[in-house]
């Protein structure tokens, strides 16, 4: 065998076991990306050669010190305090003197979590409580980068198969460590909520997953209870778990409609928002049982439930029969259900609390969408104030000849994404859901575009436009499944998978909250990713079948 033979006879061998060791080459490549991330984050740590001391220091004390942020030295104090007597104290009379502040209406996981990774980072040579809280939001978002991976390969190992999953989880995890919004929250000397907040959002998401698609239904019960925990977790960590109860609410709003549930899942969701409430219940006093049961952001998340229960006794009890008689027979079971909680989620309401109940929470809900913050004092907050789109795009960087080149990657991923899940429908009404969606997307953001053009996000032709797109949206969606309805083909709405709604329902809140506040525009950084990970790959892929067509094409037309 010639030197030649003999090298391409090691190349195939190399290649045969890459291909046998797929998930040992992506764990290699996740733990690179990992030290990436952590490189990056702490380099306020490294020594600055004029000093000879580290970014990170106080020469007044000649010790460790936080960056420049404010919150975190309180739960840095509390970490204290934790460390030194094993609980926090009850009244912080070092807030609202001289009454002092209760502090079970603060969230306090992360002070407490602080505290207990304090004795972890001295094993690795860490000399104080405050050098360890500088290390932390390091270390929780390496932890974060395996819930990111775990979650998008959970959402795409359906949709693209286990290679291809594997690329775009890797490539995902790759632009969350280096993109800038999330940066701040998650760097060295930085121990805000976020940095922990984020991993139990990748993780109660990839837990429902798991629930979701679990065949057995105690498997089901088990992970939802986990994602419970991870939910509750989450609640007494960061104000924003929002994101989970409306996402999740949303999402199994969709699968209801979508003919996807059944009473397992069901019994999986109720027993994740029950184990949610319980825990937050226990461990903050912010969450009295009252304002849970009366929380618009719970209702939403329960309201699948409900409707599912109301449409199960619908079908499977001599209900049925009045259901089947003139106009209402030809109307889906799914609406009827909606339309009868409703009516009788008014009355409730109406009789327990007064009728100005109902507009409270239609406001609880449409607020969001408009204006998020507009009290006086939160305004005042720089963080707080209402980007527009000619600001938000260009955090993502990179800017060629003003043109955000990472936004319009993730716009066109989404919509890639978006025709791909539709393709078991028929071709006409797969552009037709596909065109709408293009212009709900074009209508979402760019009603809020700057505050000297036409659409600044407040005027009436700005909120014309916006409304438009949601309403565009759901006339294609309804048109297309009445019409499936009346046929008896809805396989194509039960074809989309779970984890695609949930991705495009994240995807819907994030831009929400990118235009909302500059604060939020962190949360629009995973979806980002994903999005233009999932572009890129499908794109590659696409031109390597073409390729590989071709050279079939050649060889059979050679012979």
Not at 83 to 112: A, C, S
Not at 187 to 198: D, L, Q, R, T, W
Not at 229 to 256: K, P
């Amino acid at each position: 065998m010639s030197d030649q033979e003999l090298i391409e006879e090691r190349k195939r061998k190399v290649l045969h076991f890459l291909k046998r060791r797929v998930d040992i080459v992506a764990y290699v490549i996740l733990s690179c990306i990992i030290a990436l991330a952590v490189w990056i984050r702490v380099q306020p740590m490294r020594v600055n050669p004029a000093t000879g001391k580290p970014g990170l220091w106080d020469i007044a004390t000649d010790n460790w010190t936080l960056g420049p942020d404010l919150d975190p030295f309180l739960f840095l104090r509390w970490a204290k305090y934790i460390v030194e007597h094993g609980t926090l104290y009850t009244v912080d009379m070092m807030r609202y003197v001289p009454l002092g502040f209760n502090t079970k209406f603060e969230l306090l996981l992360l002070p407490y979590l602080m505290a207990w990774f304090h004795p972890l980072a001295s094993i690795f040579g860490s000399q104080s409580v405050t050098q360890s809280a500088v290390i932390f939001p390091v270390f929780m978002f390496a932890l974060t980068v395996i819930a990111f991976f775990l979650l998008v390969y959970e959402i795409f190992l359906p949709l693209s198969g286990k290679k291809k999953s594997t690329i775009i989880a890797l490539s995902s995890c790759l632009f969350l460590s280096i993109l800038p919004p999330l940066l701040p929250r998650t760097i060295a000397g930085i121990p805000e909520k976020e940095s922990v907040a984020f991993f139990l959002l990748f993780l109660t998401f990839f837990l429902f997953l798991r629930a979701w698609r679990s065949k057995r239904p105690s498997g089901k019960y088990l992970i939802a209870l986990l994602a419970g925990l991870s939910t509750g977790a989450m609640a007494i960590t960061w104000g924003g778990n929002i994101y989970i109860f409306v996402t999740l609410g949303l999402s199994l709003f969709i699968a209801f409609f979508m003919g996807q549930m059944d009473k397992h899942k069901v019994g999986a969701a109720f027993v994740w928002l029950v184990t949610t409430m319980i825990i937050m219940n226990l461990f903050s006093l912010r969450y009295p049982a009252r304002d849970l049961a009366t929380s618009t952001v719970l209702l939403i998340a329960a309201l699948p439930i409900i409707l599912f229960c109301a449409h199960y006794v619908l079908a499977n009890t001599p209900l049925r029969k009045y259901t089947e008689r003139g106009w209402i027979s030809r109307t889906p079971l799914p609406v009827i259900s909606l339309v009868i909680v409703a009516i009788c989620g008014i009355i409730i309401m109406s009789f327990l609390a007064g009728p100005q109940l109902i507009f409270t929470k239609i406001g609880d809900i449409t607020k969001p969408l408009v204006a998020p913050i507009s009290d006086r004092l939160g305004v005042t907050v720089a963080e707080n104030r209402q980007p527009f789109f000619n600001e938000w795009t260009s955090s993502f960087g990179p800017v060629v000849a003003g043109i955000p080149l990472f936004f319009w990657l993730f716009f066109f991923g989404s919509v890639y994404l978006f025709y791909q899940v539709t393709k078991d429908f028929s071709p006409k009404q797969r552009w037709l859901l596909t065109g709408s969606y293009l212009f709900f997307f074009i209508a979402l953001i760019f009603s809020r575009y700057s505050d000297t053009s036409l659409f600044n996000g407040t005027n009436t032709i700005s909120l014309l436009f916006y409304l438009s797109g949601i309403l565009v949206l759901l006339g294609a969606f309804g048109f297309v499944y009445y019409r499936n309805y009346r046929k008896n083909t809805l396989e194509g709405f039960r074809g989309i998978d779970f984890g695609t709604i949930l991705l495009f329902s994240l995807f819907f809140f994030s831009i929400v909250s990118a235009r909302g506040s500059v604060r939020t525009i962190m949360v629009l950084v995973p979806v980002a990713s994903i999005m233009v990970s999932y572009l890129a790959v499908s794109l590659i892929a696409s031109a390597q079948s073409h390729r590989e067509q071709k050279r079939i094409v050649v060889a059979v037309l050679a012979g």
